[in-house]
Structure formats: structure tokens, C-alpha cells
């Protein structure tokens, strides 16, 4: 019997405002999502979601919910979906990013249910749940103070960054350059994006403007750390990419809207196909000596798809044994290794291995974790690794692993050759998705303590 049944959920989304003083005045924002019901059969139902803007326009965006009673999308069109447990978010497509205010857009899906499909109470747009009417937007956050960014903090613990990226938010408190450089479609022209003070933000505002009415693309995420190891367009490897000359795609400069210090930041949405990558660096750990290394990806944006990296890789972009490489791993693919539950799992990408552990395959103290915003962390020396994880809007890191090098050949002593990649394998392999905000490479395995005071750096950063 096919049952129809709506439910109007009224969502604003919070201020979107500007990390530093001399912005005089933050996006308003405002929403009203409808969910319908159009259809509902024995194990099955059909939606319709439809999302009003009654705020500022917005360029790229993220419908997020929770299932009450264990639904699952099962199909999903005019959009694009993760699901982890009862988590879903949905992000736009190249042709809908954009609803001007006052304008719609919508998508719809096909589910299945198991004893009942109540309609989800509640959603959020862009991270920030929502209540129907155009929301004054709240004070910026403070950044923290001027000598305790992340890279300062590993420099105090005697383990300084040589790569520091990210197209969110400034790494070291001095900071005053460059965080990324976009081009546009309509003239292919480039402009750097900075950030609105030392130690800041990311100045937004300034891409937007650039990027009107057309798309733009992420060219260049520049190095903070002042040894050049930017990241540019993968060139072809083991694998050619899918663009001109077998290279690999640019991300799209807005399909990753976040929130940094109150104000609105974009991560890099990595979709299968598109890498950066850097194969002629600068201090980058090399043979077996000893680094760190952490990122803040999107926990809920991933698939298993090889291989979604962030790290030290080979510098002829292809395979060169095991050992070769060193780089966090986020995903849930099980061809080489895997954790606990069904992922995704932070692992350690060491070429012909994703290792959750000492173990080829599984390890049972790697879990399954899926924050919104996660922080992932790898670090190795001589043999001795470990892998540590958390949330990264609040709390502390867990370590997952802390021992030997792993108990197959070739992995001790390491062979790192120090180029640097991100959303791709060391041999270009590029099925991968996932959300990139910021990462950072260190000379010297950092200490714990370090690591969890950059922890505690990240969650006051507020992202969302």
C-alpha cells in the first residue's frame, strides 16, 4: 500500500561571520527545509527533500540529518550522499550549488526502513542546525593566542613543521601569506585567497567574490612552513588521471563550505579522480628518519576507493615497494588491511599496505570513526609507529596503535622518498573521495603531549 506523508522542518543556519576585527559584518543566514514522503512500499520508501534559502546566498552547501528509526538511502539523485550509521549528509552537485536568497534547490532519494519511517526532526545546512527564521549571525571566535598555532606548538616540542596546508586557517601565529590560489572557468584567471590577519582565517569573502557566477578551482594549496612544498595538480604515475596529459582533477573550490573562528572557510572536496601532489620537496623525511604528520578530514565523506591519502609518497609517482611511502590513510576499503567494525579506519598508507596495526590485515584496536571533523594522525621512526585519532571539535586524541614497524617484510627499515601527496596513492592511484581542511608534516617524531596540545588547538579553531 503506498502511504504519502510530508513534514516541513524549519532550519536557519547560524551566523557565518569573520575571523578578525576589521570585518565589519557577517552573512545572514536562514533556511526552511521540506521533507516528503512521495511513496512508501513494504521495506521502501521514496523522498522528495526540498531546501529554501531565506538568508544571503550561498555557494556550495551541505544538508545534514539523522534517521530516527535506522532508514538507509539506498539511491539518491540532484545531489551527492555519505552515510555513516544514521548520519547522512548530502552536498550539492556541480549544477545546484548555488540558491541566491529567497531561491530553493532539492534532491530526492530512494530508502529502505525496517519497522518504521518516522521523518527526521531536524537537519542542518553548511554544519549549523537551523530553525526557520534568518538568524543574526553570533560574534567571530577569537583565534587562539599569537604563539600557539599548530606549527608553533611542534616547534616549541622540538619536532617543527616542513609542510604546513591548509585552505582554512593560518598554521603558524605569524602567518600572513597565501593558504590557496583558485582559478575561475568564465576567463581562467587566479587569485590567491590569504587569510584576514596573521594567524587567522581564511578570507572567504575574497574567493566569493572572485568566483561569482562562475566555477573556480583549487590550483595551488601553498606551504606555510616557508620550504616551498606546495601542492599542485598530480601529474600521471603508476595511473594516468582523467584530465589533459594523464593528469589528475582540481578539486572544486566550493563544494566544501566550512565554518573556522565563526567565519566561512572552504576545505578541498576531494572527488575520485582529482590529487595534489608535490614530488620535489624541502626537508621532507626521507629512508628511514624519523616524522609526524596530521590532518583534519570530513569523517563522514569517504568510500573505499584507493587512496584517499594525505603524506610522504614516492617521487616518481609510482609504485616502488613496500616501505616506500608513509601517509595517512581514511577510508573503509579492506583489500590490504583493516580495523575494527565496518570503517572507516585511519590507517597508515606504507605502500602495498594499509596497515591498521603491527598485523597485515586486521587489527582489532583500530576502530571504525566517523566525526563530521576528525584529526588523524601518523607518525613513525625507526622500528617504531603509531597511529592516534579524535574529534576534532571536541575532546582529546585516542592512540589506536603504538608499536613496531609491521610484521611483513620490507617495512623495516622504512625506504620514504619525501614527496608529498593528498587524496591520491603513491602510484597515482585516484578512486578515492573524501574532505581535506588542513594537515601539517614534521621533521622528528612529535610526543604525545605535543600532539594533543595541536589537538587542543584544532578544537578551539571551532570548526563546523
Known sequence: MAISAAAVVALSTAGVGMAAARVASAAAAGCQVAYTVTNQWSGGFGA?????????????????????????????WNGSYTQSGAQVTVANVDYNGTIPSGGSTGFGFNG??????????????????????????????????????????????????????????????????PLYQVRRASDNTTRDIGVLSAGGGANAAAQDSFCAGTTCLITIIYDQSGRNNRLTQAPPGGFPGPAPGGYDNLANATKAPTTVYGGKAYGVYV??????????????????QPEGMYAIFDGTHYNGGCCFDYGNAETNSRDNGNGTMEAIYFGNIKVWGYGAGN???????????????????????????????????????PNHWSIRGGNAQSGGVSTFYNGPRPNVAGYNPMKKEGAIILGIGGDNSHGAAGTFYEGVMTSGYPSDATENAVQANIVAAGYR
Open 112 to 177: 529502505s526502513w525496517n519497522g518504521s519511517n518516522p521523518v527526521p526532526s531536524s537537519f542542518a545546512l553548511n554544519g549549523v542546525t537551523c530553525t526557520g527564521d534568518v538568524s543574526t549571525p553570533t560574534p567571530p571566535v577569537t583565534p587562539p593566542p599569537s604563539s600557539n598555532q599548530p606549527c608553533d606548538i611542534y616547534a616549541t616540542g622540538g619536532t617543527p613543521c616542513v609542510a604546513a596546508h591548509s585552505t582554512t586557517r593560518a598554521l603558524y601565529a605569524s602567518y600572513n601569506g
Open 343 to 381: 570503517g572507516p579506519w585511519i590507517m597508515a598508507d606504507l605502500e602495498n599496505g594499509l596497515f591498521s596495526g603491527v598485523n597485515q590485515k586486521y587489527n582489532a584496536n583500530d576502530p571504525s570513526i566517523s566525526h563530521r571533523y576528525l584529526t588523524a594522525i601518523i607518525k613513525g621512526e
Open 48 to 76: 522528495n527533500v526540498s531546501v529554501t534559502n531565506l538568508g544571503d546566498p550561498i555557494n556550495g552547501w551541505k544538508l545534514t540529518w539523522t534517521f530516527p528509526a535506522g532508514q538507509a538511502i539506498t539511491q539518491l
Open 271 to 288: 572527488d575520485p579522480g582529482v590529487g595534489y601532489r608535490n614530488n620535489t620537496t624541502n626537508g621532507i623525511a626521507k629512508g628511514d
